[in-house]
């Protein structure tokens, strides 16, 4: 079992930048590939970033790519979502998740945390 709490979500101007967190306890965090996710009222949760156990591979969705960077601090069982050039279309509540691979599709996770809002006001 994974526990995973994210935080550094909140309000931000556009062209602003955050950079969220994702705290996870239980069982060895570098057994697992991270991914993060987000979701804004009325549509499916999307993809945007996911990065592999060792942290040596990373995959964008297009609409971040340039702009938003995945990390991961093994010794910390932490996981980090940097985000630059922030625009109003990325106000969503943002997600990380915990599985075997790192991938786009939220099937592979098995673990997921509470979400946090991220608001980018125009």
């Known amino acids: 079992q994974v526990q995973l709490v994210e935080s550094g979500g909140g309000l931000v101007q556009a062209g602003g930048s955050l950079r969220l967190s994702c705290a996870a306890s239980?069982?060895?965090?570098?057994?697992?590939?991270m991914g993060w996710f987000r979701q804004t009222p009325g549509k499916e949760r999307e993809f945007v970033a996911a990065?592999?156990?060792?942290?040596?591979?990373?995959y964008y969705a297009d609409s971040v790519k340039g702009r938003f960077t995945i990390s991961r601090d093994n010794a910390k069982n932490t996981v980090y979502l940097q985000m630059n050039s922030l625009k109003f279309e990325d106000t969503a509540v943002y997600y990380c998740?915990?599985?075997?691979?790192?991938?786009?599709?939220?099937?592979?996770?098995?673990?997921w945390g509470q979400g946090t809002q991220v608001t980018v006001s125009s």
């Open positions: 998740a915990a599985g075997d691979t790192a991938s786009s599709r939220e099937y592979v996770y098995d673990y």
């Open positions: 239980g069982r060895t965090f570098s057994s697992y590939a």
């Open positions: 990065i592999r156990r060792s942290g040596a591979g990373t």
